[in-house]
């Protein structure tokens, strides 16, 4: 019978503990096979981990040498959880542990219903060298963080995520303090469309950045990781030349959950390699804020894969995570769900606020083939049946899930929820559907498993951007990017909360058109931290003003403002207030040529949306 124990034990740091244990980070694997490195969640859960993301098919082993100290009998645990255990009694994503190819005699990935340490019993090492291995009994994503060998029967691994933090790094040889990663004017956090923009424009002003991403793509949601397609104009009044960078870099073909060739990870990553001025750090996550006197002083990221951390410093700093992570961590005011109309006067806002937001996508596609394609059965999916199935074979932006859960602090929660609900339709779609034959020859191709996030937390700038500034149209002196897409917010289908109360996972939008307006740069910077800005979704708007900003040719040309009022914060000695208070000028003057090539044919002429163009 397998036992399963909650304990935490805090004696494991001892010479002794360190020569007679091995620990293995599942994402330091030097073959990952079919098993992806997943560092969404890590902020949460302490780590990133491997994930068997194989839609029904076991993916190829993970493989990993490791040498251990003497041979011998060494007892194993192992970190994992079944990630389907909110929903369903039975385990999805199940695996083994391979010693030298051999199996141990454990099953993971069967309980338990959050990460913990896992017993895997007495395990024979023959030799002192020998060959690690993860194997997928599913397919259905499984996830392993680490593996944990000791010769005492008697030691349990930490659980704690500061101890196991400071463990870890004890039985790793890690550096206590990270390694300066060189000497910047600007570090740029975040690699969607608004960071590479920042750090493009920066650059190309003469600003030396640092740039750092924790996947190993750029492009966020318009990545081949997400399939987002670029949204809004490009070119507008009052300052038509910002935008031009957005086209230089952008894919230029539109559509969500398309190919992988339609996103152009590589033209993003040549644009950011091209430019002298930009030093890349491609896999590093930022995990810590060092302030000091209402500045950051220090950054410091851990790379996903080697746990190898690396501190930042510069006079300035941006936060493009889309979560307001860096300014959370520094402690900038933000705001998180929907204001009530009564605190800013918004019509369209509810009556009282409440912590509801827009939600995330698990996008998906399948394709045709010329002979029947087989799919998992599977009886831990949710309960369907002829009503409640969605007989498609793409699921676009509006599978979105999670509106009613913290997109932060519950966000596996709501990932998982929108795989087990993509995997549940397409299996009943596939063997008991009523319109079976229509899908006996379509393969599931696609699903996302880095989910396209909508809307967290929100930093508080010197000014809030609210409804009516964008319906009544007020122009204020400081006026940047325009934002042209509608005030489009998306609320839980009502049909799918009638048929899964409480479960929903499809959304509806309500669109507001809207003239282009222009986000006045005091949205770009904190309100309280003294030299952080910020582009994305995490800048200073309501929740309803939200709506309109978000869409990514907005935040890409947020990013390009945002460079050039990094480059006259270096020219001038100045923060970001300062540049609003006394230098504006300076980067009115930089808007008006913006960075991009303006010689190259506009081809960001997709997904414009339906703004109104005069006034």
Known sequence: MRKFRFFILFLLATGWCHAQSVLVEAESFTSKGGWAVDQQFMDQMGSPYLLAHGLGIPVEDAATTVNFPKKGTYYLWVRTRNW?????????????VLIDGKPVSETFGIYPPEWSWVEGGPVEISNKKCQLGLHDLTGFNGRCDALFFTKDSNLIPPSGKTAMAKWRKQLLDLPEKPDPAGTFDFVVIGGGMAGTCAAISAARLGVKVALIQDRPVLGGNNSSEVRVHLGG?????????LGNLVNEIGPKQGGNAQPLEYY???KKLFYVEAEKNITLFLNYRASHVITENGNIKEVVAVNIETGQELVFSAPLFADCTGDGTIGFLAGADYMMGRESSELYNEATAPEEGDEMTMGSSVQWFAEEKDTPVAFPDIDWGLPWNE??????KRGDWNWETGMNLHQVNDFERVRDYGLLVVFSNWSYLKNHSSQKSEFKNSQMKWVAYVAGKRESRRLVGDYILKEQ???????YPDGTAPTSWTI???YPDPKNSELFPDKEFK??????AIYPYPIPFRCLYSKNVGNLMMAGRNISVTHVALGTVRVMRTTGMMGEVVGMAAAVCKNENTNPRGVYQNHFDKLIELMKKGTGNPDLENIQKYNEGSTKLKH
Do not use: C, M
């Open 84 to 96: 389907a255990s909110l929903w369903t009694n039975n385990a999805p994503g199940q695996f083994q």
């Open 233 to 241: 104009r490009i070119k507008l009044d009052p300052y038509p030349n």
């Open 264 to 266: 152009e990870d590589g």
């Open 387 to 392: 009503q409640r199935t969605e007989a498609i």
């Open 469 to 475: 500034d964008i319906t009544e149209h007020h122009v």
């Open 488 to 490: 489009d917010l998306h």
């Open 507 to 512: 959304s509806i939008a309500k669109h507001i």
